[in-house]
């Protein structure tokens, strides 16, 4: 975790008898088809290629420097640090807040598996740098910052983030111009990230929880539907699907009955859903309330139906299946930026299959859990290479990977290579549109993936198929993270230590 001041904090330590990674991973049932840990290692460390503001002593991306550091400014308050989303040098919060919510539940879904491979240290430390920024953020009861730059003028430069001369430019909702989709991702975000570090720093856990509850009621307060960040995220779901989705984390945060009492008092918002991404959340909520369904509440059967439906539209050979997968097996929703699509089905699969009872009915066929487990791996080792290209999607995992990458840091010698100014054409001209791979190997960073047919061109002016996103990584920690095995002869404790440095726990 990033810890500052020289107070001291509880850290976890996890006692274990370790196995070896095969024999993890057959705990679970499932053979191992590739590395697991290298690859949730890898996918942490790409969050911070992706980080913006001052870097910290432990910056272990060598290539990045500090980059915008007056955000903010303009408008008299410190927007600095947070995450650029993809390839280009705009902070957009919507995005970020749904980043900073997988990386969470993934911690929560699987800490002893994540801390058997060295990784929760630093998985937290991700998390901190998204949730830090949202706090900043959050300046008052009605008023949110949730983007930082403009878009539009940033696509039309090629420039290093240490580089960036285009517009800071800073957007807002408040009160009299709302947007419940951001402000309830953020409270998501935050009551999420609160469970995280409840153990780790109550202090912080606190405070995470004190925002997130004055953003959910912003959101339902103060209702209108996002458009800030349009043509680049724009709401098509509504924000029912948020305010499910906070309100479910709230309660799982605080235990608070009022919490629980809105998602069934709302019921009738929930709908069907085909994809788990940033822009909709209904199968998340649907999968985290139908938790408390299992548990005994029955009066929320229809989240559990939801959440059954998302396993029938997505499961091959489902009688009801509604998404196809391409002739080697992956999942194909749409075509930009398809793997983020697949990334966040095998997340919340695997996270629904770890609460059912019995499977899950499909017209004639039942998917037991563990089916639905083994199709949530097929998405996972697809990316890792298990398709018919052989290669794998994740930048710096195995042998062949994509050399290409549509980003703009990755692509442009680093300051320390090039100390000089690389201006807006200069980027284009000399970089973004060189046949030569990236000087810089964005470890770690999963790539918009192939088409439907399984094919794939390393083209970097294919933003669509070569740009890695935050919230596609996130959900890939969240799915990969499972298959490192249950660790059930691990032990927690809690020891004391000053507040100074990352920690690698264990």
């Known amino acids: 975790m990033v810890i500052h001041g020289t107070h001291m904090v509880r850290v976890l330590v996890v006692w274990c008898i370790v196995a070896s990674p095969s024999a993890r991973a057959m705990n679970h049932g499932f053979a191992p088809s590739f590395d697991y840990k290298d690859a949730l290692s890898k996918a942490i460390l790409f969050f911070e290629g992706q980080r913006s503001g001052k870097l910290p002593s432990t910056q272990r991306v060598k290539w990045r420097d500090d980059s915008a550091l007056f955000d903010g400014e303009s408008k008299g308050v410190n927007l600095s640090g947070g995450y650029y989303d993809a390839g280009d040098n705009v902070k957009f919060g919507w995005p970020m807040a749904y980043t900073i919510c997988l990386l969470s539940w993934a911690a929560i879904e699987y800490p002893r598996q994540i801390n058997s491979v060295h990784q929760l240290g630093y998985l937290q430390s991700e998390i901190r740098w998204g949730s830090d920024f949202i706090l900043k953020a959050h300046v008052s009861s009605t008023k949110l910052y949730t983007q930082v730059g403009d878009g539009n003028r940033d696509h039309s430069c090629w420039e290093r983030p240490e580089d960036m001369d285009t517009p800071r430019t800073v957007i807002e909702i408040n009160a009299q111009s709302p947007g419940t989709e951001v402000a309830a991702e953020s409270a998501a975000a935050l009551a999420a990230a609160s469970i995280v570090f409840k153990s780790v720093d109550s202090k912080y856990s606190s405070k995470l929880l004190k925002h997130s509850k004055s953003l959910f009621e912003f959101a339902d307060k103060y209702r209108g539907s996002y458009q800030g960040s349009c043509p680049f995220y724009c709401s098509y779901s509504g924000y029912n699907d948020e305010l499910l989705w906070a309100s479910a984390w ?232 499972a298959f490192l095995g249950d660790n059930s002869n691990c032990q927690l404790d809690w020891l004391q230590t000053p507040k100074t440095n990352l920690v690698d726990i264990i």
């Open 250 to 481: 709230l309660y799982k945060a605080t235990g608070e009955s009022r919490y629980l009492n809105y998602a069934t008092s709302n019921q009738r918002w929930s709908q069907a859903a085909t994809e788990f991404s940033w822009d909709n959340k209904f199968v998340g909520a649907q999968t985290l309330l139908a938790k408390e369904y299992f548990a005994g509440k029955s009066d929320l059967e229809t989240f559990k139906a939801g959440a059954d439906s998302f396993v029938c539209a997505v499961m091959p050979k489902s009688g009801s299946v509604q998404i196809r997968t391409t002739p080697g097996g992956l999942l194909y929703t749409r075509d930009s930026s398809n793997l983020q699509y697949a990334s966040g089905a095998s997340m919340v699969l695997l996270a629904y299959s770890n609460v059912i009872i019995g499977g899950v009915q499909c017209g004639p066929t039942k998917f037991t859990p563990d089916q639905i487990k083994s199709f949530a791996k097929s998405q996972v080792d697809y990316i890792l290479g298990k398709n018919p290209l052989k290669m794998s999607y994740m930048v710096g995992y195995s042998s062949k990977y994509p050399t290409h990458v549509h980003h703009r840091g990755a692509s442009i010698d680093s300051v320390y290579a090039h100390p000089a100014k690389v201006g807006c054409n200069d980027g284009y001209s000399s970089y973004y549109s060189s046949s030569n791979p990236n000087p810089n190997i964005h470890v770690g960073a999963i790539v918009g993936g192939p088409d439907s047919n399984d094919g794939f061109a390393d083209m970097r002016s294919d933003s669509s198929h070569l740009e890695p996103t935050t919230y596609m990584n996130a959900a890939f920690v969240g799915s990969v993270a």
